[in-house]
């Protein structure tokens, strides 16, 4: 049967699902759930999440930036919006080894999430707790958990967009801002790391996207990822 949301042939029942061991050489920590305090998910989810992956789970609210590196952030999508999961994503993304989407709307605008780096498990509303906690388990041991339609759709536009690295002409300064771009950094940053006012590096983005046919800052971040080292 095919049930949207479900990523794999099948699954096993109600069968209880092993304990996740986490490495104790991992100076990162295993699972952090963001959500809108409040929610549905944010009451139950992540508790289950620890019981059934044997590891930790810390929670903190959507409006709370990551202070260290995390090997797996889950991020409930209810009583919430794809603006704010994206403007989350952009500051702390460079602090995420992995991201999954919980509860997750059949809305092209939160399925369009799927373009982010490292947004490696997606599961829709009506996912089990089960399919949930055995996704998110494959998530952190290294695998993707993300509906077949969505990844052949963007695997498709992808190949159309890109055959190869492509020859533009940036100058020394922009390529320095895209290799940023890529790591995730925020205008601040940039402009604390090259010496630059925030103003002067919104120019040369401006004109970076000119040159790259791009129009945000996703888009940038995924040609640099494909065309710059």
């Known amino acids: 049967m095919n049930i949207p949301g ?11 699902i092993s304990p996740l061991a986490v490495k104790e ?8 759930f ?22 930790d789970c810390s929670q903190i609210g959507m409006g709370m930036p990551l202070k260290e590196e995390v090997d797996l952030v889950v991020i409930d999508c ?14 702390n993304l460079h602090r995420c080894r992995a991201i ?7 809305e092209t605008k939160f399925e369009n999430l799927i373009e982010w ?19 998110i388990r494959r998530v952190l041991l290294g695998d993707f958990w993300l509906p077949r339609r969505l990844l052949s759709a963007h695997l498709e536009k992808s190949r159309e967009s890109h055959h190869g690295k492509i020859d533009v002409k940036l100058t020394p300064r922009e390529k320095e801002i895209l290799r940023l ?15 630059l ?3 002067t590096v919104k120019s040369h983005l401006y004109k970076a996207y000119k040159k790259i046919g791009v129009v945000n800052r996703l888009d940038a971040c995924n040609w640099a990822r494909l065309n710059i080292d």
């Open 6 to 16: 479900l990523q794999t042939g099948r699954y096993l029942g109600h069968q209880t």
């Open 25 to 32: 050489s991992s100076t990162s920590l295993p699972l952090v």
């Open 34 to 55: 963001v959500s809108q305090h409040g929610g549905f998910a944010s009451k139950f989810l992540p508790d289950m999440l620890q019981r059934e992956l044997g590891c």
């Open 78 to 91: 209810q009583e919430t919006d794809s603006k704010s999961i994206s403007i989350w994503l952009q500051k």
């Open 100 to 106: 999954a989407l919980v509860k997750m709307p059949h």
């Open 117 to 135: 780096p490292k947004v490696n498990g997606m599961f829709y509303l009506e996912a089990t707790d089960e399919q949930i906690s055995r996704g």
């Open 181 to 195: 771009i890529k790591r995730s950094a925020t205008n601040a940053e940039i402009g604390e790391i090259l010496n």
């Open 197 to 199: 006012s925030e103003n």
